[in-house]
């Protein structure tokens, strides 16, 4: 059942408008990444994966579930709509 993976669209960032209409706009989401390996090289996927797909993201959060014997990573992405 492990290594699992999440992802989702959270938000819109930001938006440009000109003559009030919106000529741009970004999306702003995460993925989240269960696994019990320790160095798990799927993380480096992912952040492959994210260099390729997403205008910028950052891995904000890495906790270990003691109770789940899980590690748990959460990177945030934005992409331009």
């Not at 741009?24 to 160095?39: A, I, K, N, P, R």
């Not at 797909?53 to 990177?75: G, H, T």
Request: net charge negative.
């Amino acid at each position: 059942m492990w290594p699992y993976i999440v992802w989702a669209e959270t938000q819109e960032g930001e938006a440009f408008y000109t003559n009030n209409f919106k000529k741009e706009q970004t999306l702003e989401g995460y993925v989240e990444y269960f696994t019990q390996m320790e160095f798990d090289s799927n993380c480096d996927e992912i952040q492959i994966i994210l260099n390729n797909f997403a205008d910028s993201w950052e891995l904000n959060f890495v906790e270990y579930l003691d109770e789940q014997k899980l590690i748990r990573y959460i990177w945030h992405w934005r992409i331009r709509g």
